[in-house]
């Protein structure tokens, strides 16, 4: 190495000795260390210049680190590449290997890495995998191991032991050929093939979720499995790593005893302590952060205890955050705290720091390098064979088999961090760290490009058979899901209901799904209520108002069957667990509470992005006919209802025209079909218009007889008459059903789109809906079942 004591972070260094690319230096370190500069020119004078002081030169790297990084993620990313990629390849760049003789690079590199400073660089990054794999544990639901099945168990013992098995076989079969040509490399391959045979939960989880398939039915099916594979696999290397250890030849049984005690203490101690916080938090209130500071701290101590055990740093903080509640409020409050500094900003860090040990400049020969490459390839073919026969066992489609098999193949920042960890220890050589650190992102990468080509969870709702209001025969049952996200939606929806006029000869049976954001935890969770035996405390006070709700609601009324679930998803996945229900339930209708809530004098009370973003994706792909509800004042039950139907034409209008006419069959409902009419035919076709005087023929004269029923003809030729008749009658009415018509223009509602605050809402609900027109009618749009169509949303 050819540099002076000025060149790092010493006051001296002596060279004593190189062996195996491994060089030795007794190193001078001045105490206090320099941690803060005096500036460039006061440390000319003191010593302590930007360039000799350990803080300076950190905040440094790490601003070149996510610098290179985004560079790199601008131009990966239009070739479907994560962000993890961007990392490695920031970190082989910044890494001996990448060099550019007329630049001369490796003098800057040695400037913004100096002799020591990697030490700190590693060390301080080193905890935000730390904090990654406490928080991952936290998320984990680890009740599911015990809730799993046999097949589960079995699928996942399988897909791990065949790989290892296969791997280990071979390198017994040719073991003396393979020392022979590898020499001193032969161990890398046990290696390879022992980290290559595992499945990490934490990298399937980012995938999933990268992937927004998490909470599809494979999703689940390959989390549980990544789970349970996770857990044996984890037991297996550390119960092996205390074994392990020796002392004068023997097992050290103290050790093992104390790894013992370790492992079972953690739960049995910090458990009932985690129980007493959250007692001790009042209910909807934040936990204090103090309970949080102190969990943080045992996180850091819970490390170095396990080092000390020689174990992995991370055991510890996994245990530990195993012990804690997932969910809210006290698993929520920690992931909160800790994603941001710990896995946005020093997880990254941390997978670039370990790719700059990667050096391709070493003595590679292609005799280590395919050997290496091809015992990865077995291992990863044995490993996909063995979970694509499991799956087919199984009876599930090829297809999906096969991406069950490409998923729990994906490699990602585990693998990284167990390499830098055998590569410091020297049980890896500099060669055999490079080819499998390259494997990694390679690996996640075309796991991620394949996955994506096979599995699409919305192709199950492609040419699915009609599923409206419109397609039912008369007296037939109606089939509804209604989704709810906060306590206030209940009444509008039972109000709604009571519209759908169930009676014994004509019930309707409602799948009410209460969604619920997912923080704290990694797995989503479905729970139907009423076939589900007890389930845990937290869950069940998250949907008792809404459970108590609709079962009164439903022993109240004749001719109603309500099912309640719980939903915990992201909000970004929400919608495929609606549709999911919806298809399974052979919903006709599924039932969309408004995203924004208005006060008695008309103010705006809540304004939740999250349900528009839900209600928009749901009008997208649903697989039925799809009503958003804008609930405003309830009604009481037994008075006259006034409702309006606004009928200009078209499949939305239609759909809302047939649950208007069956409200009408309620005598306590007064329904008026107002039928905008133009001069100008020209905005539909021919045989719109002779569906459009089907459907009005009912209620021009089957309906003509009933006192409750009117129906009225209304001139208009543009969108401003359209507006000012819809402000004349928006008091007349306490409920109006209109269709949402996302796909015909018409002269009656020219412009009026232009002006569209809600486009979800269609031209005639957004106006009724407006809070300009001073209306407190509950308004239910509708729009029919939607196929083969994608609709483009403009903000």
Same mark, same amino acid.
Request: glycine share 8%; aromatic share 14%; hydrophobic share 50%.
């Given at each position: 190495m050819n540099m002076n004591a000025n060149e790092t972070l010493f006051e001296a260094f002596t060279f004593l000795n190189a062996s195996n690319h491994d060089e030795t230096y007794q190193v001078c370190i001045k105490t206090p260390p320099n941690i803060v500069s005096d500036g460039l020119w006061g440390g000319q004078q003191s010593g302590r210049t930007p360039m000799r002081s350990a803080l300076p030169i950190f905040?440094? *790297?790490?601003?070149?680190?996510?610098?290179?990084?985004?560079?790199?993620?601008?131009?990966?990313?239009? #070739?479907? #590449? +994560?962000?993890?990629?961007?990392?490695?390849?920031?970190?082989?760049?910044?890494?001996?290997?990448?060099?550019?003789?007329?630049?001369?690079?490796?003098?800057?590199?040695?400037?913004?890495?100096?002799?020591?400073? *990697?030490?700190?660089?590693?060390?301080? =990054?080193?905890?935000?995998?730390?904090?990654?794999?406490?928080? +991952?544990?936290?998320?984990?639901?680890?009740?599911?191991? &015990?809730?799993?099945?046999n097949r589960v168990w079995s699928i996942a013992l399988i897909g791990l032991v065949a790989p290892v098995m296969a791997g280990l076989s071979c390198l017994s079969l040719f073991s003396e050929p393979l020392k022979n040509a590898l020499g001193p490399h032969f161990g890398d391959l046990k290696v390879a093939v022992l980290s290559h045979s595992i499945t990490s939960f934490p990298v399937v989880a980012c995938l999933l979720n990268d992937l927004k398939i998490i909470n599809s039915e494979l999703g689940r099916l390959a989390l549980t499995t990544a789970l349970v594979s996770d857990i044996i696999g984890l037991t297996v290397v550390s119960l092996g790593s205390a074994m392990e250890q020796r002392i004068d030849g023997k097992l050290d049984f103290l050790g093992l005893t104390l790894f013992f005690a370790f492992v079972i203490l953690i739960p049995l101690v910090s458990r009932p302590v985690m129980f007493w916080i959250i007692k001790r938090t009042p209910q909807g209130r934040p936990v204090k952060d103090h309970y949080i500071f102190a969990i943080i701290g045992m996180v850091l101590a819970l490390g170095w205890i396990s080092l000390m055990l020689h174990q992995q740093f991370v055991l510890?903080?996994? @245990?530990?955050?195993?012990?804690?509640?997932?969910?809210?409020?006290?698993?929520?409050?920690?992931?909160?705290?800790?994603?941001?500094?710990?896995?946005?900003?020093?997880?990254?860090?941390?997978?670039?720091?370990?790719? @700059?040990?990667?050096?391709?400049?070493? /003595?590679? =020969?292609? &005799?280590v390098?395919? &050997?290496?490459?091809?015992?990865?390839?077995?291992?990863?073919? $044995?490993? %996909?064979?063995?979970?694509?026969?499991?799956?087919?066992?199984?009876?599930?489609?090829?297809? /999906?088999?096969? +991406?069950? %098999?490409?998923?729990?193949?994906?490699?990602? $920042? $585990?693998?990284?961090?167990?390499?830098?960890?055998?590569?410091?220890?020297?049980?890896?050589?500099? *060669?055999?760290?490079? $080819?499998?650190?390259?494997?990694?992102?390679?690996?996640?990468?075309?796991?991620?490009?394949?996955?994506?080509?096979?599995?699409?969870?919305?192709?199950?709702? +492609?040419g699915y058979q009609k599923r409206n209001i419109m397609s039912l025969r008369s007296g037939s049952e109606l089939r509804m899901v209604a989704c709810i996200h906060k306590a206030s939606h209940i009444s509008p929806i039972t109000d709604f209901l009571d519209l759908c006029c169930p009676t014994e000869d004509s019930p309707i049976t409602v799948d009410a799904l209460h969604l619920i954001e997912l923080v704290g935890r990694s797995l989503p969770v479905f729970v139907p209520h009423r076939l589900q035996k007890p389930v845990s405390g937290s869950l069940k006070s998250y949907s008792d108002k809404v459970i108590l709700a609709f079962d009164l609601y439903e022993r109240e009324t004749v001719g109603a069957s309500i099912n309640t679930y719980t939903v915990i998803s992201s909000h970004n996945l929400m919608h495929e667990d609606v549709c999911i229900l919806a298809l399974d339930k052979l919903a006709s209708m599924i039932i969309l509470p408004f995203h924004r809530r208005w006060s008695v004098d008309g103010m705006i009370e809540s304004d939740d992005k999250n349900i528009r973003s839900t209600n928009l994706k749901l009008l997208e792909r649903a697989p039925c006919s799809v009503g958003i509800l804008v609930g405003r004042a309830p009604h009481p039950k037994d008075s006259l209802l006034r409702v309006a139907m606004v009928f200009l034409g078209g499949d939305d209008d239609r759909e809302a025209l047939c649950l208007a006419k069956? %409200?009408?069959?309620?005598?306590?409902?007064?329904?008026?079909?107002?039928?905008?009419?133009?001069?100008?035919?020209s905005g539909t076709s021919n045989l719109e218009n002779i569906l459009d005087r089907s459907v009005l023929k009912d209620v021009k004269q089957d309906y003509s007889g009933l006192s409750n029923v009117t129906y009225r003809e209304i001139s208009s030729n543009d969108g401003t008459q359209t507006s000012s008749f819809i402000r004349e009658i928006v008091n007349g009415h306490d409920f109006f059903i209109v269709g949402r018509r996302h796909e015909i223009n018409t002269p009656q509602t020219f412009g009026l789109a232009q002006w569209s605050e809600f486009p979800e809402l269609g031209s005639i609900g957004d106006l009724l809906a407006s809070s300009d027109y001073g209306g407190r009618a509950s308004v239910f749009v509708v729009q029919q079942q939607v196929s083969n169509t994608k609709i483009t949303w403009k903000f």
């Open positions: 905040e440094l *790297q790490i601003i070149v680190i996510f610098a290179i990084t985004h560079i790199c993620h601008f131009f990966f990313n239009r #070739l479907g #590449l +994560t962000l993890f990629f961007s990392q490695i390849m920031a970190g082989l760049i910044l890494g001996p290997s990448f060099e550019i003789e007329p630049l001369n690079l490796n003098r800057y590199r040695e400037m913004l890495f100096p002799f020591g400073s *990697q030490g700190v660089l590693a060390g301080v =990054t080193s905890m935000g995998y730390a904090f990654f794999t406490f928080i +991952t544990s936290v998320q984990m639901d680890f009740s599911m191991i &015990t809730r799993t099945g510890g903080p996994f @245990i530990f955050g195993l012990s804690v509640p997932e969910g809210p409020p006290l698993g929520s409050a920690l992931v909160k705290k800790l994603q941001l500094f710990g896995m946005w900003f020093l997880l990254p860090i941390f997978v670039t720091t370990c790719a @700059i040990k990667v050096d391709f400049s070493l /003595d590679y =020969t292609l &005799t390098v395919l &050997t290496i490459v091809a015992f990865i390839i077995l291992t990863h073919f $044995v490993k %996909a064979l063995a979970y694509l026969l499991l799956s087919l066992c199984c009876k599930m489609p090829l297809r /999906d088999g096969l +991406t069950i %098999a490409l998923i729990m193949n994906c490699k990602g $920042v $585990v693998e990284i961090f167990l390499y830098h960890n055998v590569y410091d220890e020297k049980v890896l050589s500099g *060669q055999a760290y490079g $080819v499998l650190m390259a494997s990694v992102p390679i690996l996640a990468s075309i796991t991620q490009m394949s996955v994506k080509y096979l599995y699409d969870p919305a192709r199950k709702y +492609t069956r %409200a009408a069959r309620d005598p306590r409902v007064n329904l008026v079909v107002y039928h905008l009419v133009g001069d100008d035919d």
